[in-house]
């Protein structure tokens, strides 16, 4: 009776050890946008990289204005602290950054002013737990009759099928 009692107590603690291994090793679910965000991916590159897409909309002088913003979320849902994440460091090549307008098969690249500056800012670097940087770029607006684009931010997937505000 003894040996049966044992027995069963290993499965019944075999069973929970089984269970806590599955609930580790369960991926994390993709967040859903908020109001406020279009959309969201994470960093090839670190998964605790997220970037949440803000805006796309036309603005004067027939440009189009692309907002989107550099979130570290280490520490938060990884149940890690802050202090024991590390920072995250985010690089790029500036042909990286361009969005296609799909129903002209066009690529467009960011603006740039009469001295050739980019008219962008966009932020790369070290990016410590729990912060975030809001960047933002100019490029030339697609037709009007052009209603959504697949937006290219450097390490994310794209960003398919966004819809241009006016």
């Given at each position: 009776?003894?040996?049966?009692?044992?027995g069963?107590?290993?499965?019944?603690?075999?069973?929970?050890?089984?269970?806590?291994?599955?609930?580790?090793?369960?991926?994390?679910?993709?967040?859903?946008?908020?109001?406020?965000?279009?959309?969201?991916?994470?960093?090839?590159?670190?998964?605790?990289?997220?970037?949440?897409?803000?805006?796309?909309?036309?603005v004067?002088?027939?440009?189009?204005?692309?907002?989107?913003?550099?979130?570290?979320?280490?520490?938060?849902?990884?149940?890690?602290?802050?202090?024991?994440?590390?920072?995250?460091?985010?690089?790029?090549?500036?042909?990286?950054?361009?969005?296609?307008d799909?129903?002209?098969?066009?690529?467009?690249?960011f603006?740039?002013?009469?001295?050739?500056?980019?008219?962008?800012?966009?932020?790369?670097?070290?990016?410590?737990?729990?912060?975030?940087?809001?960047?933002?770029?100019k490029?030339?607006?697609?037709?009007?009759?052009?209603?959504?684009?697949?937006?290219?931010?450097?390490?994310?997937?794209?960003?398919?099928?966004?819809?241009?505000?006016?």
């Amino acid at each position: 009776m003894k040996r049966f009692a044992i027995g069963c107590a290993v499965l019944a603690l075999a069973s929970v050890g089984s269970v806590a291994v599955a609930q580790q090793t369960t991926p994390q679910t993709a967040q859903t946008p908020s109001n406020n965000v279009l959309a969201s991916a994470q960093y090839s590159q670190d998964p605790d990289l997220r970037c949440d897409l803000l805006e796309v909309k036309r603005v004067s002088g027939g440009a189009l204005l692309i907002r989107w913003r550099i979130i570290n979320t280490a520490g938060g849902s990884s149940g890690l602290t802050a202090s024991a994440a590390k920072p995250i460091r985010y690089d790029f090549n500036w042909p990286e950054l361009f969005y296609i307008d799909p129903a002209e098969n066009k690529r467009y690249q960011f603006l740039t002013d009469s001295g050739g500056n980019r008219i962008v800012d966009v932020w790369y670097g070290d990016l410590a737990p729990g912060q975030q940087r809001v960047n933002w770029a100019k490029f030339p607006a697609p037709p009007a009759s052009s209603t959504k684009i697949s937006l290219s931010l450097p390490k994310f997937p794209p960003f398919e099928d966004v819809p241009v505000s006016q």
